[in-house]
Nanobody
Framework: QVQLVESGGGLVQAGGSLRLSCTAS????????MGWYRQSPGQRRELVAN???????NYADSVKDRFTISRDNAKNTIYLQMNSLKPEDTAVYYC??????????????WGQGTQVTVSS
């Protein structure tokens, strides 16, 4: 069984920073892309950023130049450094990973979500 455990959410004032972490554990043979999504009430879940095993990154336009995604493959962990936070960044942030538990068959997993609230 595979689990994604997130941490680092919380309440911060506009202009502040937070760092999210997500660690995968379980019967893991390898992890392909990992990423962060977010969902606010009444909105669809949207991609924030993702990172390939080799380190290539992709960001939503709304967070470019403010957020940085990184990963530590040895620890099966990704991070999201969020700077210059805005009230519109308020959402539940979900970790996502494509994990290989059996050769040739990657499966998509989701974390339980962590709340980020930015006050104005």
């Amino acid at each position: 069984q595979v689990q994604l455990v997130e941490s680092g959410g919380g309440l911060v004032q506009a202009g502040g920073s937070l760092r999210l972490s997500c660690t995968a554990s379980g019967s893991i043979l390898g992890i392909n892309a990992m990423g962060w999504y977010r969902q606010s009430p009444g909105q669809r879940r949207e991609l924030v950023a993702n990172i390939a095993f080799g380190g290539n990154t992709n960001y939503a336009d709304s967070v470019k130049d403010r957020f940085t995604i990184s990963r530590d493959n040895a620890k099966n962990t990704i991070y999201l450094q969020m700077n210059s936070l805005k009230p519109e960044d308020t959402a539940v942030y979900y970790c996502n990973a494509h994990i290989v538990t059996f050769p040739g068959f990657p499966t998509e997993y989701w974390g339980q979500g962590t709340q980020v609230t930015v006050s104005s």
